[in-house]
């Protein structure tokens, strides 16, 4: 059974007319890294493609040490873990993100206390962190952790971020699961906070198919990472073991993918900027409609395009634009739905004014993988024109 790409999950054989979310983009050069790593055996656990993958991923984010994991929800689980997050610890989370941002707080043993985000960006709004802080800091009760989440392939404010948590000594991840190739201010997402997790799910940017990364500069970190990613295993004959672990580590034939995929990563960037701006140039002028801000200083990695329909002025919805598609085999999806509205959340408190809440009832993705064509951008942008016009 074929399960929705939404998921980052594809069939084997895609119909020519069905347009997915996000779809893998596989080259001849993921194909020859793979056959390398199938033809020397070094298919798992460890192997010297995942030696080399962790170490692209660290000239990438500018990070001095890199565990390659099984996924981007696993190194958020860990970097918690590594901040010292203890059963029932406060961690503020941004509201607007998908859910694993919130729910390695969870597996962590944590309570997350969501935080709205800035229209400015879409991203954790850090006005709002320094008032938390400030309130927690006069009752002597501070957070445990702050993580900020990189939306859209878009990162977060860390230069006003960075100062905030380091004036009251609370570590500071960065869930770059979404924007890895992305920059703000001269510097590249994953190189921010004390550790920062990178996702290559499948309709991530890159991926290898499910997999994810902790990145940091303290190699002490990151070893505690390996360790407790593979079952906290100590080095002894009978296999010896003090703490609990988790099957976490990425195998050396999927970082064999990753290594292919990461070579590929500045045209696939490229090629999603070329779609992304096709949008823009069709549809910015019809009433309504807008996309998401982006501030001088930053360079997203055009992950998904995002835009915005006022209903009002539009003459039509989100919804409708999506159901439109949907007719057609085109997968579009509403912009994240807030982490304060979710059930599973009932009863969080939300820091803020909302203004995620309306990114939501406006928001919608597009598709924006690296392998459309252009035809199929001017596909989608008929159908949608004929809505709204």
């Known amino acids: 059974m074929a399960l929705s790409g939404s998921l980052g999950y594809y069939p084997a054989a895609v119909p020519d007319d069905q347009i997915y979310l996000s779809p893998p983009d596989m080259s001849e050069v993921e194909r020859s ?25 660290g000239e990438w984010t500018g990070r001095q040490h890199v565990a390659a994991l099984s996924s981007g929800t696993a190194a958020l689980h860990l970097a918690l873990l590594l901040a010292g997050v203890e059963r029932a610890d406060e961690v503020l989370v941004s509201t607007f993100t998908f859910v694993a941002s919130a729910n390695a707080v969870l597996q962590a043993g944590g309570s997350p206390t969501f935080v709205d ?14 008032e938390v802080l400030a309130e927690r800091a006069k009752v002597g009760c501070l957070p445990a952790a702050v993580v900020a989440v990189d939306l859209y392939g878009q990162c977060a404010d860390y230069d006003r971020l960075e100062p905030i948590c380091a004036q009251y000594g609370v570590p500071l991840i960065a869930d770059s699961a979404e924007a890895l190739g992305a920059w703000r ?23 290898t198919g499910g997999g994810g990364a902790l990145v940091g500069d303290d190699p002490a970190l990151i070893e505690r990472a390996r360790y407790l990613s593979t079952q906290a295993r100590l080095p002894a004959p009978h296999y010896e ?17 990753g290594r292919g995929q990461l070579e590929r990563l500045p045209e696939m960037m ?11 140039s069709a ?37 409708a634009l999506r159901l439109a598609l949907a007719k057609h085999k085109i997968e579009a999806r509403p912009a994240w739905k807030p982490m304060h509205k979710q059930p599973l959340f009932s009863g969080a408190s939300l820091v803020g004014s909302g203004v ?15 392998a459309l064509t252009d035809s199929q951008v001017d596909r989608i942008v008929e ?7």
């Open 117 to 130: 985000c800035s229209a400015s960006d879409w991203n954790i709004d850090p006005d709002l962190v320094a």
């Open 241 to 257: 073991h003090i703490d609990v672990g988790y099957n976490y580590r990425l195998s050396n034939v999927l970082a064999a993918l």
């Open 356 to 370: 995620s809440d309306g990114i939501f009832r406006q928001g919608l993705c597009l598709p924006t993988g690296s």
């Open 383 to 389: 159908i949608m024109a004929a809505c709204m016009a």
């Open 185 to 207: 201010n001269g510097r590249r997402a994953g190189s921010h906070g004390m550790l920062a997790a990178l996702s290559f799910n499948g309709n991530k940017i890159i991926t």
């Open 33 to 57: 890294f793979l056959l390398q790593a199938f033809d020397s055996n070094w298919i798992a656990p460890v192997g010297p493609d995942l030696n080399a993958f962790e170490a692209g991923l």
């Open 270 to 280: 490229s090629r999603r900027a070329e779609v992304h701006s096709r949008y823009v």
């Open 283 to 319: 549809l910015t002028d019809f009433p309504g409609v807008g996309f998401m801000p982006v501030p001088a200083e930053s360079q997203p990695n055009r992950w998904l395009t995002v835009l915005t329909i006022d209903p009002a002025v539009a003459g039509t919805t989100t919804e």
